[in-house]
């Protein structure tokens, strides 16, 4: 069984930073991408960043330049480090692991349960 257990949301004011950990734990072969989504009231879950088991990142166009995602492979974690938050960043933040549950086996999508990230003054 694969857990992915988010860490580090919290409340900030505009212009503040956060820094999120997504940890993926369990009996499995391998993880390919990495990721970090989030979802608003009444609106629908959106892609945040993604980054690959070589370090290549993604970001929405809302985030890039002000948010950066990284991971550490050997501890099967992935970073958001988001700067410059704005009100709009407010949502509840997802993480995604692609997990390999052995050698040449399709990747199966796992997620968290979601940590809330609010920004007001």
């Known amino acids: 069984q694969v857990q992915v257990v988010e860490s580090g949301g919290g409340l900030v004011q505009p212009g503040g930073s956060l820094r999120l950990s997504c940890a993926a734990s369990?009996?499995?072969?391998?993880?390919?991408?990495m990721g970090w989504y989030r979802q608003a009231p009444g609106k629908q879950r959106e892609l945040v960043a993604t980054?690959?088991?070589?370090?290549?990142?993604d970001y929405a166009d809302s985030v890039k330049g002000r948010f950066i995602i990284s991971r550490d492979n050997a501890r099967n974690t992935v970073y958001l480090q988001m700067n410059s938050l704005k009100a709009e960043d407010t949502a509840v933040y997802l993480c995604?692991?692609?997990?390999?549950?052995?050698?040449?086996?399709?990747?199966?999508?796992?997620w968290g349960q979601g940590t809330q990230v609010t920004v007001s003054s």
């Open positions: 995604n692991a692609v997990v390999l549950m052995y050698r040449f086996a399709r990747g199966n999508d796992y």
């Open positions: 369990g009996s499995f072969f391998s993880i390919n991408n």
């Open positions: 980054i690959t088991t070589g370090g290549i990142a």
